[in-house]
Structures are given as structure tokens and as C-alpha cells.
């Protein structure tokens, strides 16, 4: 008499399946082996490390999914956070845009423009509409201008080098024509 080595039920002689568990049989199957027998240990050690192997498998894929929507959240939440105390401000042309980390703002006066910059203007240049901002970012603090001149390039290069002359570092200047 035949029995399951999964579940210990009887068996059909040469049954190829348990009736009970449906585990699969080995052909020929007779009678049971002890649990000494090297064929019965041999199944019941390679039948588990299948099924954890799935597992860890499983566990790794569930934790990298997991850390992923963790990820993904904390990135929303601190997207959400930047956009909800950003400030958006226009005044007669002039917009100024406040963040957690600083401000950027822009001009239309020539002589904000010229107090920004830290330098004297060219007598006669006059700003270009819509060119001049400056930026407040923790301790920088940075401010940029477009003047136009009807002079020449050369002139006004000149009168800047004498200002720069005495300065040991500065920003160059881009004079076009």
C-alpha cells in the first residue's frame, strides 16, 4: 500500500497524484521510506528553498515598491510645500517673486537699477524696459541691467575702466554695439 509523502493519505498503487492534496507522487511510487531514506530527505529539503526563494523575492519587490511610494511622497510634500509660500507680486510692471529661499525681482526705475548694480551709470544711458533684476538668495545677492547709449562702445568702455581701476575684483561688463 501506497502513501502521500505530502499529507500521509492513502494512494492507489502507481497513483502519479494525492486524491487528498493533489502533491505529485513519484513514479513507482511503494511503500513509504523512512524519514532516514536519503529520497525523502532529498524532497523535503528542495521543496522549501523553492517557496523561500519566492518569498525573499517577494519581500525585496515589496520594499523597493514601498520606498518608491515613500519617495514619490515626501518629494509631493515638499513640492507642496515651496509652492504654497511662493509669492507671485506685480505692480505697475515691476514683479517681484518670493520663495523659501529668496527673491527675484524686477525693475523699471534706473535708479533703483543703478543703486542694485553699485556702480555709476553712463551720463545719458537710459535702462532697457523690462532688462533689470535683482536676486536675494540666502547671503547672495546678485542684480542685473540693460542700458542703452548713443555713444560708442570705446567711450564707455573707457569711463567704466576708471571706476574698475581702483577695484580689486569685480563682475566684467558686456558693452555690445
Do not use: W
Request: glycine share 10%; hydrophobic share 40%; proline share 5%.
Amino acid at each position: 500500500m501506497a502513501f502521500c509523502n505530502a499529507c500521509g493519505a492513502t494512494l492507489d498503487a502507481g497513483a502519479r497524484f494525492c486524491t487528498k492534496c493533489g502533491a505529485t507522487q513519484p513514479l513507482g511510487s511503494g511503500p513509504v521510506a523512512t524519514p532516514s531514506s536519503p529520497a525523502t530527505v532529498a524532497t523535503v529539503a528542495t521543496a522549501p528553498q523553492s517557496g523561500n526563494a519566492l518569498k525573499i523575492i517577494l519581500v525585496v519587490v515589496a520594499v523597493i515598491v514601498g520606498l518608491g511610494i515613500l519617495g514619490v511622497a515626501a518629494v509631493s510634500l515638499i513640492g507642496y510645500r515651496i509652492a504654497s509660500h511662493t509669492r507671485v507680486r506685480n505692480h505697475d510692471g515691476n514683479v517681484r517673486v518670493e520663495t523659501p529661499f529668496g527673491t527675484v525681482q524686477s525693475s523699471t526705475d534706473p535708479d533703483e537699477a543703478a543703486r542694485d548694480l553699485g556702480v555709476a551709470l553712463y551720463p545719458g544711458a537710459e535702462v532697457v524696459k523690462g532688462t533689470t533684476s535683482k536676486m536675494n538668495m540666502g547671503d547672495m545677492h546678485t542684480a542685473a541691467a540693460d542700458f542703452e547709449s548713443g555713444d560708442s562702445a570705446g567711450t564707455v568702455a573707457d569711463f567704466y575702466k576708471s571706476k574698475f581701476q581702483a577695484r580689486t575684483s569685480f563682475l566684467p561688463l558686456a558693452i555690445t554695439t
